[in-house]
């Protein structure tokens, strides 16, 4: 059956018997009225311009719609609702046993649970929406009509060959994957194809975060813009006028850089990326080996992120060296899961020897076994005089001047993207992953950048004062000797051009011989 999306969301035998009352939703019904294409009221004008740049009301539904809003403003309900109308209340085109999804993901396992139990409250509220369901598993519902609503933590790997009537994407600018520095856009990519042949709609909806990745994308390009990419921004107490202004206050307090996203729904500009992709891109030999074996005559140094065996972080290690000026990077190792970690360090001692390293240096992990367990193996453990945000910004103006020379290691490439700097209010700058990430791996490699970084490119002689003796047969300035008693090794050296040697009653310079 066609429904108009205002009226299933009014309809108390609809989505209304989920969502109740309107009166506290009015800015998301007129958005969402607007994003399918249904003409607003005066006052609904009014709020959809105030949310959407002051551009026009689209007159048709739009391709995709994106919604930029603060915390607590009902984004994941919205989702789900949007997820149960594109299945329920829109017509699909589909091939005789073709099975269509709309497909929500979601930034985590967490959040997809929270999405799936919207979805699944929305459609049992209402006697006629439970009476379509057919069958319901963890993540996914399947309804009488051939479309099943699913709900998954976000990966781009699952999407590709499956048929989308809709994808929603919720909260995307905090999606994160260990393989990708951008899933946001690698996941994009991978969806398109699936919706076009049923001429599907994308959803995206999530507080906004720093200016990188695919809603920041769009948010530049669209808000504000005719087309049929409708982009709205709108604080949180726009979107939900039931949050109380002490508490909202309370929050930007505590924390008022973090505030102007999370509450005022504008991305951040005190956080901005580490290094562009340029510099990382310009650093990263394609086609070489992960690691490069030792060599004689090379001077090697090495870097540890050390971890205790538990949780998520990972016992890293990386050597370095300098050649001709660069700095490259000859290896990168992680441990991560459960492990011994003293285990780990006898191996990894094993591999510092093979490159004639005898100490190493390691980042301001305080536990004491750190120090010990690699003295035990006969190296010895120097704890790094630089914190972490130090050792990235020496490394960085290594990157800038193109002076590195990195692997393509997937882990290690992907955290140097995400590595993020803050400006704090004192005005200092803070380098550190994003919330939720990780960094083992470029801390270990920075660390080992930083070392070799502080190796002369040249190792200039040393400066000595000229000896003069009389009766020498060459006695001017920069005239060494050879006399075993003047110092061995330092050879005499021609006369210039011209040279009259003065008698030896009277030196022509008139140093004295100190040896």
């Given at each position: 059956?066609?429904?108009e999306?205002?009226?299933?969301?009014?309809?108390?035998?609809?989505?209304?018997?989920?969502?109740?009352?309107?009166?506290?939703?009015?800015?998301?019904?007129?958005?969402?009225?607007?994003?399918?294409?249904?003409?607003?009221?005066?006052?609904?004008?009014?709020?959809?311009?105030?949310?959407?740049g002051n551009?026009?009301?689209?007159?048709?539904?739009?391709?995709?719609?994106?919604a930029?809003?603060?915390?607590?403003?009902?984004?994941?309900?919205?989702?789900?609702?949007?997820?149960?109308?594109?299945?329920?209340?829109?017509?699909?085109?589909?091939?005789?046993?073709?099975?269509?999804?709309?497909?929500?993901l979601?930034?985590?396992?967490?959040?997809?649970?929270?999405?799936?139990?919207?979805?699944?409250?929305?459609?049992?509220?209402?006697?006629?929406?439970?009476?379509?369901?057919?069958?319901?598993?963890?993540?996914?519902?399947?309804?009488?009509?051939?479309?099943?609503?699913?709900?998954?933590?976000?990966?781009?790997?699952?999407?590709?060959?499956?048929?989308?009537?809709?994808?929603?994407?919720?909260?995307?600018?905090?999606?994160?994957?260990?393989?990708?520095?951008l899933?946001?856009?690698?996941?994009?990519?991978?969806?398109?194809?699936?919706?076009?042949?049923?001429?599907?709609?994308?959803?995206g909806?999530?507080?906004?975060?720093?200016?990188?990745?695919?809603?920041?994308?769009?948010?530049?390009?669209?808000?504000?813009?005719?087309?049929?990419?409708?982009?709205?921004?709108?604080?949180?107490?726009?979107?939900?006028?039931?949050?109380?202004?002490?508490?909202?206050?309370?929050?930007?307090?505590?924390d008022?850089?973090?505030?102007?996203?999370?509450?005022?729904?504008?991305?951040?500009?005190d956080?901005?990326?580490?290094?562009?992709?340029a510099?990382?891109?310009?650093a990263?030999?394609?086609?070489?080996?992960?690691?490069?074996?030792?060599?004689?005559?090379?001077?090697?140094?090495?870097?540890?992120?050390?971890?205790?065996?538990?949780?998520?972080?990972?016992?890293?290690?990386?050597?370095?060296?300098?050649?001709?000026?660069?700095?490259?990077?000859?290896?990168?190792?992680?441990?991560?899961?459960?492990?011994?970690?003293?285990?780990?360090?006898?191996?990894?001692?094993?591999?510092?020897?093979?490159?004639?390293?005898?100490?190493?240096?390691?980042?301001?992990?305080?536990?004491?076994?750190?120090?010990?367990?690699?003295r035990?193996?006969?190296?010895?453990?120097?704890?790094?005089?630089?914190?972490?945000?130090?050792?990235?910004?020496?490394?960085?103006?290594?990157f800038?001047?193109?002076?590195?020379?990195?692997?393509?290691?997937?882990?290690?490439?992907?955290?140097?993207?995400?590595?993020?700097?803050?400006?704090?209010?004192?005005?200092k700058?803070?380098?550190?992953?994003?919330?939720?990430?990780?960094?083992?791996?470029?801390?270990?490699?920075?660390?080992?950048?930083?070392?070799?970084?502080?190796?002369?490119?040249?190792?200039?002689?040393?400066?000595?004062?000229?000896?003069?003796?009389?009766?020498?047969?060459?006695?001017?300035?920069?005239?060494?000797?050879?006399?075993?008693?003047?110092?061995?090794?330092?050879?005499?050296?021609?006369?210039?051009?011209?040279?009259?040697?003065?008698?030896?009653?009277?030196?022509?310079?008139?140093?004295?011989?100190?040896?």
């Amino acid at each position: 059956m066609s429904v108009e999306i205002d009226h299933a969301l009014s309809d108390h035998r609809l989505l209304g018997g989920g969502f109740g009352c309107l009166d506290t939703w009015c800015t998301w019904l007129a958005v969402l009225k607007a994003a399918f294409g249904r003409p607003l009221d005066a006052h609904e004008r009014e709020i959809f311009t105030a949310v959407a740049g002051n551009r026009a009301v689209p007159k048709n539904r739009v391709r995709e719609f994106w919604a930029v809003a603060g915390r607590r403003s009902g984004k994941s309900r919205v989702a789900a609702a949007i997820a149960v109308y594109l299945s329920l209340f829109c017509k699909h085109k589909l091939a005789r046993g073709e099975t269509g999804m709309v497909l929500t993901l979601a930034g985590s396992r967490d959040q997809a649970r929270a999405v799936f139990s919207y979805v699944r409250g929305l459609l049992e509220a209402a006697p006629a929406l439970r009476a379509e369901i057919v069958n319901v598993s963890r993540y996914e519902i399947e309804l009488k009509n051939g479309i099943v609503i699913a709900v998954h933590s976000n990966s781009f790997r699952t999407i590709r060959g499956r048929t989308l009537a809709a994808a929603i994407f919720d909260e995307i600018s905090f999606w994160r994957d260990e393989s990708s520095a951008l899933p946001d856009v690698e996941t994009y990519r991978a969806v398109l194809p699936s919706l076009a042949t049923t001429n599907g709609m994308l959803i995206g909806i999530s507080t906004p975060y720093r200016k990188l990745g695919l809603l920041h994308q769009k948010w530049r390009d669209h808000f504000g813009q005719e087309g049929d990419v409708l982009v709205v921004q709108g604080r949180s107490q726009a979107f939900n006028p039931t949050l109380a202004d002490s508490v909202i206050a309370a929050q930007r307090e505590a924390d008022p850089a973090g505030a102007v996203s999370e509450w005022d729904a504008a991305f951040r500009v005190d956080i901005s990326a580490w290094l562009d992709d340029a510099s990382i891109d310009r650093a990263i030999e394609l086609g070489r080996p992960l690691e490069l074996p030792p060599q004689q005559g090379i001077v090697y140094r090495a870097f540890t992120d050390a971890s205790g065996g538990v949780g998520a972080d990972s016992y890293t290690l990386s050597i370095a060296h300098k050649e001709n000026n660069f700095c490259i990077i000859d290896l990168v190792r992680g441990t991560a899961g459960k492990f011994d970690p003293h285990q780990v360090t006898r191996d990894y001692a094993a591999l510092c020897r093979e490159y004639h390293v005898g100490e190493i240096v390691g980042d301001s992990y305080s536990a004491q076994w750190v120090a010990g367990t690699w003295r035990e193996t006969g190296i010895n453990y120097r704890r790094s005089a630089l914190v972490k945000s130090d050792i990235y910004r020496e490394a960085e103006a290594l990157f800038t001047r193109g002076l590195v020379r990195l692997l393509d290691h997937a882990k290690l490439v992907r955290e140097l993207r995400l590595l993020e700097r803050i400006t704090h209010r004192s005005g200092k700058d803070q380098v550190t992953h994003p919330k939720g990430g990780r960094d083992d791996f470029a801390n270990a490699a920075c660390g080992a950048l930083y070392l070799v970084g502080r190796i002369p490119a040249v190792v200039e002689p040393p400066i000595v004062s000229p000896c003069i003796i009389p009766g020498r047969p060459w006695n001017w300035p920069g005239a060494y000797h050879t006399d075993t008693a003047a110092g061995a090794g330092i050879a005499n050296t021609p006369p210039p051009p011209g040279f009259d040697r003065p008698s030896s009653a009277e030196p022509w310079f008139p140093y004295v011989d100190k040896w």
